[in-house]
């Protein structure tokens, strides 16, 4: 039931460009993307719903591909303060529970 | 700041102790959850309250685990008879109801330590 995320880990340099895939099994409802940097919180990112809906802010934006119950982020000409492990939560019933099931991350760095 | 807080933020325990955490969410959130998350891990759901309610509850969850939220505003964890297993960072989290999208806003966490 636990989304899958790949790549597991990825290395940068500034200014290049990033995709995170998280994969389900299950029927999704809605994704949420997060980013946590070492010792803090998971920030959030963005959400998407069910209906191929694809979101963004500033130069990170992400997709969520209903027929394969696929979402991907998408950081372009990344930062320095991109770095951290980014999770995907993923929520499976049409209730609006908002209970998620997180990936095992992916771990971005970025180098100067 | 009206952000999500936990306390204590650390928390050393002996095998066989008791230990209680507590959120306080985003004071207009009605929706309440608590995680666990281990070294290298995404956070792991473990309860969710809307109001004063406790709705779903993970069945991965011990009975040695319990939430309140008893006035609908912040929650409480308890752990009884802890496990060196129990040591993990336990995270809260807050949203909001309505509309057509509710994030979840994590608070700092606290870190379980089980000697």
């Known amino acids: 039931q636990q989304p899958v995320q790949s790549p597991q880990a990825v290395i940068l340099r500034e200014g290049e460009d990033a995709v995170i895939n998280c994969s389900s099994s299950?029927?999704?409802?809605?994704v949420h993307w997060y980013r946590q940097k070492h010792g803090e919180a998971p920030v959030f990112l963005m959400i998407l719903l069910k209906g191929g809906e694809q979101k963004g802010h500033d130069k990170i934006s992400a997709s969520f591909n209903e027929k394969k119950q696929q979402s991907s982020l998408y950081l372009t000409a990344s930062q320095l303060s991109y770095s951290g492990t980014y999770f995907c939560g993923t929520e499976t019933r049409s209730g609006n529970t908002g209970k998620l099931i997180f990936g095992q991350g992916t771990t971005l760095q970025v180098k100067p | 700041d009206t952000g999500v807080s936990q306390d204590p933020r650390h928390k050393i325990t002996k095998r066989g102790q008791n230990v209680t955490f507590r959120c306080d969410p985003i004071s207009e959130h009605n929706r309440l959850y608590w995680y666990r998350q281990t070294l290298g891990q995404g956070p792991e759901f473990l309860t969710y309250f809307q109001n004063e309610a406790q709705l779903e509850k993970s069945r991965l969850l011990s009975d040695r685990f319990s939430a309140e939220r008893p006035k609908g505003s912040f929650s409480t964890l308890e752990i009884q008879r802890t496990e060196q297993g129990d040591s993990a960072m336990y995270l809260c989290?807050?949203?909001?109801?309505?509309?057509?999208?509710?994030?979840?806003?994590f608070g700092p966490g606290t870190r379980l330590t089980v000697t």
């Open positions: 299950k029927a999704l409802y809605s």
């Open positions: 989290a807050s949203s909001l109801t309505g509309g057509t999208s509710y994030e979840q806003y």
